[in-house]
């Protein structure tokens, strides 16, 4: 019997390589996106949910299970992001990256885990970003609802390990999706001209990493693997090496010495 996975976010970017290639290796893929669902395509059955609702939620969980009797994985890939200086975003704007990006994985979660429990496991696969360890400039609400993730993940991975649930965090960098295209700003930096100059210069070597940035087949490779292990690691960064390598310098480095490297490479 094929195993089943939920996918969030799954029309296009990271979940849609995640899908169309558990679905090519024998996987039965749901793939969730905001809008009514469309058309099944390439062996993916498409179901509608939107993360900030809980009734849409519920309704999907609910029938995922229904018509598969199980699910075995949860791709928690469904985001945003939101840039603009911490200054110029307003309340309603962090709160609505935080519902998306980071309560809308616990909706998800809290739906799935009395299913797993039942059914004797499972695997969560919760897509974070770099940006979940390091707070980036300009992208601060970003960064808070992925820290929010990273957080939440570690502690369900504790709770539920008994289980035999396998929680797991996955840190991308950039990736060529459409995040970037995607990417909303925050009202008040258009007017404020206090950070315009350091913003535009942080925006233009985004553009620049994003131009290089690979398919991302790699991300999901990673989570087949991910998948496939009865004991994976807590936390996997994927991408380009030049991003990658945050992660240890972060760790290992006085933070003055990681903050000036960081500075000298935005140019700010």
Do not use: C
């Given at each position: 019997m094929?195993?089943?996975?939920?996918?969030?976010?799954a029309s296009?970017?990271?979940?849609?390589?995640c899908?169309e290639r558990?679905a090519?290796?024998?996987?039965r893929?749901?793939?969730?996106?905001?809008?009514?669902?469309?058309?099944?395509?390439?062996?993916?059955?498409?179901?509608?949910?939107d993360v900030?609702?809980?009734?849409?939620?519920?309704?999907?969980?609910?029938?995922?299970?229904?018509r598969a009797?199980?699910?075995?994985a949860?791709i928690?890939?469904?985001?945003?992001?939101?840039?603009g200086a911490?200054?110029?975003?307003?309340i309603?704007?962090?709160?609505?990256?935080?519902e998306?990006?980071?309560?809308?994985?616990?909706?998800?979660c809290r739906?799935?885990?009395?299913?797993?429990?039942?059914?004797?496991?499972?695997?969560?696969?919760n897509?974070?970003?770099?940006?979940g360890?390091?707070?980036l400039?300009f992208s601060?609400?970003?960064s808070?609802?992925k820290?929010a993730?990273?957080?939440?993940?570690?502690?369900?991975?504790?709770?539920?390990?008994?289980?035999?649930i396998?929680?797991?965090?996955?840190?991308?960098?950039d990736?060529d999706?459409?995040?970037?295209?995607q990417?909303?700003?925050?009202?008040a930096?258009?007017?404020?001209?206090?950070?315009?100059d350091?913003?535009t210069?942080?925006?233009?070597?985004?553009?620049?990493d994003?131009?290089?940035?690979?398919?991302?087949d790699?991300?999901?490779?990673l989570?087949e693997?991910?998948?496939?292990?009865r004991?994976?690691r807590?936390?996997r960064?994927?991408?380009?090496l030049?991003?990658?390598?945050?992660?240890p310098l972060?760790?290992?480095?006085?933070?003055?010495w990681?903050?000036?490297a960081?500075?000298?490479v935005l140019?700010?």
């Open positions: 094929s195993r089943v996975v939920l996918i969030t976010g296009a970017g990271i979940g849609k390589a899908a558990l090519r290796n024998g996987w893929v749901f793939g969730a996106q905001r809008r009514t669902a469309t058309s099944d395509a390439a062996g993916i059955e498409m179901i509608a949910m900030t609702d809980d009734a849409t939620v519920a309704h999907a969980v609910a029938a995922v299970h229904q009797g199980r699910i075995d949860v928690n890939n469904a985001g945003y992001a939101l840039m911490v200054e110029d975003t307003s309603d704007e962090a709160r609505a990256q935080l998306t990006n980071f309560f809308g994985v616990l909706r998800v739906a799935v885990l009395p299913i797993m429990r039942a059914q004797g496991g499972g695997h969560i696969v897509i974070s970003s770099l940006a360890v390091l707070g400039p601060g609400m970003y808070a609802s820290f993730l990273e957080g939440m993940s570690e502690s369900l991975r504790l709770e539920t390990r008994r289980f035999g396998r929680v797991v965090l996955v840190e991308p960098g990736f999706t459409d995040l970037p295209n990417r909303r700003r925050a009202a930096a258009a007017d404020n001209a206090t950070y315009r350091a913003m210069k942080v925006e233009a070597q985004q553009a620049k994003e131009a290089a940035a690979p398919k991302p790699g991300v999901a490779a989570v693997r991910i998948l496939d292990d004991h994976p807590l936390r960064s994927v991408g380009m030049g991003q990658r390598i945050v992660v972060k760790r290992f480095l006085p933070q003055r990681f903050e000036a960081l500075v000298r140019g700010l």
